[in-house]
């Protein structure tokens, strides 16, 4: 499963599956993760961001169409007197709302696995550490036989 956003101008795709798989490589490994998580990290600033702008032209919209059909285009619409159910139904079939609505899904969605791509890359950090500490140990065990 390929995960893919954009970052800026930059196009992100990866494999989830290769950033959390352990390699027998320890060293690769305990000097790529620290990394791979910073990367995603701000990777999710960047995502959070937009989030944030898209929430705020959602509602930025939302509101003026709100007024706008209150204001008299529900009545030339639909040619009855706006109720608050009437409007929150038209502005429910805005297709701008609409399509800044899927827009706000599909970056929260990737927010989301962003998120939990991190905690699954934090958790890897730490079986690495046990690993390694694993593996001091039995060195050590050894060199004393």
């Known amino acids: 499963m390929l995960i893919e956003f954009t970052v800026g ?22 000097t790529g993760t620290p990394s791979d998580i910073a990367k995603i990290s701000r990777w999710i600033a960047n995502i959070k961001h937009r989030r944030d702008a898209k929430k705020d032209e959602y509602d930025a919209h939302w ?17 009855l007197n706006p109720t608050e159910l009437g409007l929150e139904s038209a502005l429910s079939d805005d297709n701008r709302v609409i399509a800044l609505k899927k ?9 989301d696995t962003l998120y939990g791509l991190q905690t699954a890359l934090s958790a890897k ?13 039995n060195a050590r065990m050894a060199m004393e036989q």
């Open 63 to 79: 509101g003026r169409r709100y007024h706008e059909l209150k204001a008299g285009a529900y009545k030339n619409l639909y040619a």
């Open 9 to 30: 101008n930059e196009k992100v795709s990866f494999d989830p599956d290769v950033l959390i798989a352990i390699s027998d490589d320890m060293h690769k490994e305990l």
């Open 125 to 137: 950090m730490e079986s690495l550490k046990e690993l390694g500490s694993h593996f001091r140990l």
């Open 103 to 111: 827009e706000l899904g599909e970056v929260q969605e990737t927010l």
